[in-house]
């Protein structure tokens, strides 16, 4: 079995291949381009048995991915972390594109579980639609906090509360307060209210989206308690396909829930993970937090782990672990419905 390791970058995409004891075999430098993914599809045909690995830096391979994918070939993801080790404990010194792919290469033959890459699909289209709100969000506190201070200007001590300016009453009131006022900071003032209500509607029109997207394909769940539209969709887009995880564990590990051995002789301990994708870990946190105030299960459990010892906020992490677990168990069911919509059963004749 050769692995082709790939560095890429926004320009070229450059590909070494190593057999199974890590030795380089041959390299080729190709255009970021659909014609030069075509280029490295016909350079690897010259081995019978081929794998790629690619780096998981999704912004610059996506395109490689897929081109690969639909041309039939295997290819899996390599954490940057796992080809950095690789790197660093290489005997060839320095840093340039073969040794970048030589690396990723090597990290790919060392780790035999790693994640196996898909086509795009609705998971995608989730976290796309879910950055974009958030980034919308952002703008709209922004021009907020600025229309907070220009009104303060016009008016101190008489600005709206906190977190009511996306509001359709507060901006109508806001509108017709400022009409007749003169001035530049006014002018500004009101310019600002037509922004924030214009990033509203949009904003509610994504959320809106979103929750018909997730309804869709994660019903499951959004059963969770504590799970609402939002978090599901955070939960969908940034796992990027459940089945890339071969068990819950490792979806823990991947998230960073599952605690990290420390041991000092027979001095079995944990400590926390601060590994894995934070946003995953973000949206479970949420989840937990949310089950502590309105689940009488998540309740329970969190007094359960007070009185055998733990602190709040040792409690509120072992939560997390276990609504990690059940988000994986969800996410399955979930994927397992979608296949079974896809290919209906044929009654036998």
Excluded at 119 to 140: K, P
Excluded at 194 to 223: F, G, K, N, Q
Excluded at 254 to 274: K, Q, Y
């Amino acid at each position: 079995m050769i692995v082709i390791g790939v560095d890429s970058h926004k320009r070229t995409h450059t590909a070494v291949a190593a057999d199974e004891a890590g030795r380089r075999s041959a390299e080729k430098t190709v255009a970021a381009t659909s014609a030069g993914h075509l280029e490295l599809v016909r350079w690897a045909g010259r081995f019978p048995e081929r794998r790629f690995a690619l780096e998981d830096c999704r912004h610059l391979c996506r395109g490689l991915s897929r081109d690969l994918l639909r041309a039939g070939e295997p290819v899996v993801r390599v954490p940057p972390r796992l080809m950095a080790g690789a790197r660093r404990s290489s005997r060839e010194p320095g840093k340039s594109d073969p040794i970048d792919a030589l690396a990723v290469a090597r990290a790919a033959l060392r780790e035999p579980d790693l994640p196996v890459a898909a086509l795009d699909g609705t998971e995608r289209e989730l976290r796309l639609l879910v950055d974009h709100r958030e980034d919308l969000v952002a703008e709209r506190t922004r021009a907020a906090n600025r229309l907070r201070w220009h009104l303060h200007d016009l008016d101190p001590g008489n600005e709206p509360g906190l977190r009511t300016l996306d509001r359709a009453v507060v901006l109508v009131a806001l509108e017709a307060r400022l009409a007749e006022v003169p001035g530049t900071v006014a002018r500004i003032a009101r310019e600002l209210v037509t922004r924030i209500r214009d990033l509203t509607r949009t904003i509610d029109a994504l959320e809106r989206e979103i929750a018909r997207l997730v309804a869709d394909v994660a019903p499951s769940l959004l059963a969770l308690p504590g799970c609402g539209h939002l978090t599901a969709a955070k939960l969908v887009g940034e796992m990027a396909g459940v089945g890339r995880f071969r068990s819950a564990a490792a979806f823990a590990r991947h998230n960073g829930t599952a605690p990290i051995p420390v041991w000092s002789g027979n001095d079995e301990r944990h400590r926390l993970s601060r590994t894995g994708n934070r946003q995953l870990n973000v949206a479970l946190h949420r989840i937990a937090i949310t089950q502590m105030r309105i689940d009488e299960r998540g309740k329970t459990y969190l007094e359960h782990r007070r009185a055998a010892g733990d602190t709040k906020t040792g409690a509120i992490r072992a939560l997390r672990r276990r609504i990690s677990d059940e988000v994986y168990r969800r996410m399955r069911h979930d994927e397992r419905l979608r296949v079974t919509r896809r290919v209906p059963l044929v009654a036998a004749a």
